[in-house]
């Protein structure tokens, strides 16, 4: 079983490194793009534990240590392997 985290900068909140990420593929010719945002994804493999306590785990490291509420969300799924 493994968590597929996805974690992006608010809306509203400035990504440096999108906008110069944006900037770059404008001056080297790609066009159309409105905006750019670079978040993470994150994986995490569990052992043999049930889904509810990989749901719990991955919920929990997000609050905790991986995401600064202020400034990001975040989503997830638990999948099978």
Known sequence: ?????FIKYKDGILDPQGKVTGNALN???????????????IEMEFDDI???????IANDSCKK???????QT???????D
């Open 50 to 56: 049930t889904r509810d306590e990989a749901d719990k």
């Open 65 to 71: 240590l991986l995401v600064n509420p202020n400034t």
């Open 74 to 80: 975040y989503s997830y799924e638990i999948i099978n």
């Open 27 to 41: 001056s080297i010719g790609v066009k159309g793009i409105e905006s750019l945002s670079i978040g993470k994804y």
């Open 1 to 5: 079983m493994k968590a597929k985290i």
